[in-house]
Nanobody, 124 residues
């Protein structure tokens, strides 16, 4: 089970930190990812981190602004979002990838479990 939190309303240029708490599985063997879906658009990849934290992937649109990291002791993954833009407005979903893959993954089909989503709104 995944529970995302931390969304909200922020002005352009501001920051937010999303968090996702995982339960029910051995967190340290899960790859974790963040995806987002804007109104009228398909869900898209944002960032991911593999089970050990040694591999991270970012969408080109967020590279240099967003940072993903994990805290295996607390069964949580975080997404720090800086210099937010109006086009970052979306519902953000955390997702879990079962297995100790070297790569963190970028495709929805690679992730088996999904959280409920948290709304991020960036005003101009």
């Amino acid at each position: 089970q995944l529970q995302a939190s931390g969304g909200g309303l922020v002005q352009a240029g501001g920051s937010l930190r999303l968090s996702c708490a995982a339960s029910g599985r051995t967190f340290s063997s899960l790859g974790m990812g963040w995806f987002r879906q804007a109104p009228g658009k398909e869900r898209e990849f944002v960032a991911s981190i593999n089970w050990s934290g040694t591999s991270r992937n970012y969408a080109d649109s967020v590279k240099g602004r967003f940072t993903i990291w994990r805290d295996n002791a607390k069964n949580m993954v975080h997404l720090q979002m800086n210099n937010l833009k109006p086009e970052d407005t979306a519902v953000y979903y955390c997702a879990a990838r079962f297995g100790t893959y070297l790569s963190s993954g970028r495709k929805e089909g690679q992730f088996e479990d999904w959280g409920q989503g948290t709304q991020v709104t960036v005003s101009s």
